[in-house]
C-alpha cells in the first residue's frame, strides 16, 4: 500500500495510532426504556435521508420489537437498494458481502449464523449491543472502566477496535474480523441469550473527521495516490496526462488535479459512519451510542498538550498554543468561506492541496465542532438510542472515586439492565481516578483567560448548535 507512505497519509494514519475507541450497540431490547416514541429524529430520518438508505424503503417493523418470544427463528433481512450496494461495492465488499444480515430472534445482542461455507457448521456471530463513541480527552477511559464493573456489561467482551472509522487496510481489518473481535461473546450470549450485552469502546467514533472516517473514505486516499504516482511515472490516462505537474515545479510539486480525483472516488458525503452503523444493523435497530463530551475549549487545551507534535510545532507556552490555535482556526474560517460547515468538519484536508497543508489537518480542532457529528450521529441512530453526557458533571459527580455519577446510571438504563447494587458501588470505590484533563491542568496549569475567550467564541456556534440539537442548554458549556 504505497499510499500509506504519502505525507498526507502520514498525518492522517499517525492520528489513528491516538485512538481508543469506546462503542457501544444495542439492537433489540424489548420496548424503549423510557417510553420515548419514536420520535423527531426519526421523521427527520424519513424525510431526508437519502434515496439510497433503507430507512427509504423500510416500512416496517422493528424486528425485536416481539422478541420476547424466545423463539430462535431468524428474522428476515432488510433490503439493501441498489445506491447502498454499489456504495459497498466501492468502499466496504467486505461488509456488503454480510448483507442484508439475517438477525436471530430471541436474543437481547445483535447476531446473526455466518453464512454456511463448504458445508460447515455456521457459527454465531455477533456485532455490538452498545457503543461508546467518544471522545478523545473527555474521560472515556474511566467511564469505560466503570460501566464495566456492572456484571451484566462485562469487559471481556468488549472491543476497542476502533473499526468503525479505521482504514480496512489497518490493523482493525474487514467486517469478518469485527463480527468475531468479541473474544467469547458469541459463546456468552448463546449461554445467556437473554441478558447478555456486546459492546464496542472506541473514542474515535464520536467526531468523525476524514481521519477518523477512512473505513468509508480510504477510496480518496487510493484514488489520489493512483493519480500522483501516474503523474511522476508519466503514465497519467490521456485525459489527464496535461494536468501533471512539470517536475520542475519543485519542492511544493503539487498534484492539484488529484483532488477532484480522489474526491470522486469517495462515498458520498452523508453515507458516513453513522450512516453505515444504521444500515448494517438493519432492519434490526442501531446499537445504543454514548458520549462523554468536554467543553471543546478545555478539550483543545487538553489535545495540544498531549499529542507532543503541537507544542513541537508552535512552541511549549500560552504563546505557542495561542499561535496553533490561530493558525488552525483561520485555515478554517478559510474553509467555511468556500464550502458549507459539514463538508469542512467531515472532508477538511482533501478540499484542496490548502487544507492539506494545514498542520494535522486541524485535527483537535475540528474534533470539538460535536454538533456536526451529532446531528448525524441523531439522525441515523435516532434521538432516543444516543446519549451524550458532559464529561464534567461525570467527574463532579465521581468526586475521588466513591461517587456515584449519573452518567454511569442513565447508560446502564439505556442498557435495560438492572440499577447497580450497593455491593457494587461500594466494592468499586477508591477505584482511582484516571483524568487526562486534569493531569494537563497539573502540568501546564489553566488556559489563560484572554485566550480562552477566543477559543470560546470559536466554539461559541457550535455549543449553541450541540445545545439545540440535544434540547439540552448545558451543552453551552456556560455552568
Ligand atoms: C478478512 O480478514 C481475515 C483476517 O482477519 C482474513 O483471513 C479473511 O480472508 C478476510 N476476508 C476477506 C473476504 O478478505
Ligand atoms: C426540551 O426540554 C424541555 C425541558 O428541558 C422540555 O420541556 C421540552 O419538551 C423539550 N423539547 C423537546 C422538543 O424535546
Known amino acids: 500500500m504505497p499510499s500509506f507512505k504519502r505525507s498526507y497519509l502520514n498525518f492522517s494514519i499517525f492520528s489513528l495510532g491516538f485512538v481508543i475507541a469506546c462503542a457501544d450497540v444495542n439492537i433489540g431490547e424489548r420496548s424503549n426504556f423510557h417510553g420515548i416514541p419514536q420520535h ?19 416500512s416496517s417493523t422493528h424486528v425485536f420489537a416481539s422478541q420476547a418470544d424466545a423463539s430462535r427463528e431468524s428474522t428476515p433481512p432488510a433490503t439493501l437498494s441498489e445506491d ?37 457448521a455456521s457459527e454465531l456471530l455477533c456485532l455490538p449491543y452498545f457503543i461508546i463513541a467518544g471522545g478523545f480527552q473527555c474521560g472515556v477511559p474511566d467511564f469505560d472502566k466503570r460501566l464495566h464493573m456492572h456484571p451484566q456489561v462485562p469487559s471481556q467482551y468488549t472491543s476497542r477496535s476502533v473499526w468503525w472509522t479505521n482504514h480496512p487496510k489497518g490493523s482493525s481489518g474487514n467486517f469478518s474480523k469485527y ?3 468479541f473474544p467469547n461473546g458469541a459463546k456468552a450470549v448463546k449461554a445467556s441469550p437473554e441478558t447478555t450485552i456486546l459492546g464496542d469502546v472506541s473514542a474515535s467514533y ?11 473514505h480510504h477510496t480518496f486516499l487510493s484514488e489520489s495516490a493512483t493519480c500522483r504516482d501516474q503523474c511522476r511515472a508519466g503514465k497519467a490516462p490521456a485525459e489527464s496526462s496535461d494536468k501533471c505537474p512539470p517536475k520542475t515545479t519543485g519542492p511544493k510539486y503539487k498534484f492539484d488535479h488529484c483532488f477532484p480525483e480522489g474526491q470522486a472516488a469517495m462515498a458520498p458525503i452523508d453515507f458516513n459512519v453513522p450512516a453505515l452503523i444504521s444500515t448494517v444493523y438493519q432492519p434490526a435497530k442501531p446499537p445504543f451510542v454514548v458520549m462523554l463530551l468536554r467543553n ?12 507532543g507534535q503541537f507544542p513541537g510545532q508552535y512552541g511549549k507556552s500560552n504563546a505557542g498554543f495561542l499561535a496553533y490555535f490561530e493558525e488552525q482556526s483561520a485555515a478554517w474560517d478559510k474553509c467555511v468561506a468556500l464550502h458549507d460547515v459539514h463538508t469542512c468538519g467531515l472532508r477538511f484536508e482533501t478540499l484542496a492541496p490548502e487544507f492539506e497543508d494545514v498542520f494535522y489537518h486541524g485535527d483537535q480542532l475540528l474534533k470539538g465542532m460535536y454538533s ?42 439505556l442498557l435495560s439492565v438492572p440499577p447497580a447494587s450497593e455491593e457494587l458501588w461500594t466494592g468499586s470505590e477508591g477505584s482511582p481516578v484516571q483524568n487526562e484533563h486534569a493531569k494537563v491542568l497539573e502540568e501546564h496549569g489553566e488556559m489563560p483567560a484572554e485566550i480562552r475567550a477566543r477559543v470560546d467564541a470559536f466554539y461559541q456556534p ?6 439545540s440539537i440535544l434540547n439540552d442548554s448545558r451543552f453551552l458549556w456556560e455552568t
Open 372 to 413: 456536526i457529528f451529532v446531528e448525524d450521529w441523531v439522525k441515523w441512530i435516532g434521538r432516543d438510542r444516543v446519549l451524550v453526557m458532559r464529561s464534567e458533571d461525570y467527574y463532579e459527580e465521581l468526586g475521588s472515586g466513591s461517587g456515584r455519577p449519573s452518567a454511569l446510571i442513565k447508560t446502564w438504563e
Open 84 to 120: 447502498t450496494k454499489k456504495i459497498l461495492q466501492k468502499v466496504a465488499p467486505d461488509i456488503l458481502d454480510f448483507l442484508p444480515i439475517r438477525f436471530e430472534k430471541g436474543m437481547k445482542n445483535p447476531c446473526f449464523l455466518s453464512p454456511s461455507q463448504d458445508g460447515r
Open 40 to 58: 423527531a429524529s426519526r421523521r427527520l430520518l424519513s424525510e431526508s435521508a437519502p434515496s439510497w438508505h433503507p430507512a427509504k424503503k423500510r
Open 206 to 216: 464520536a467526531s468523525f473527521i476524514m481521519a477518523e472516517h477512512l473505513r468509508l
Open 296 to 307: 471543546p475549549t478545555e478539550r483543545l487545551w487538553a489535545a495540544f498538550w498531549t499529542y
Open 462 to 467: 457550535f455549543k449553541a448548535d450541540l445545545a
Open 179 to 181: 463480527v468475531h473481535g
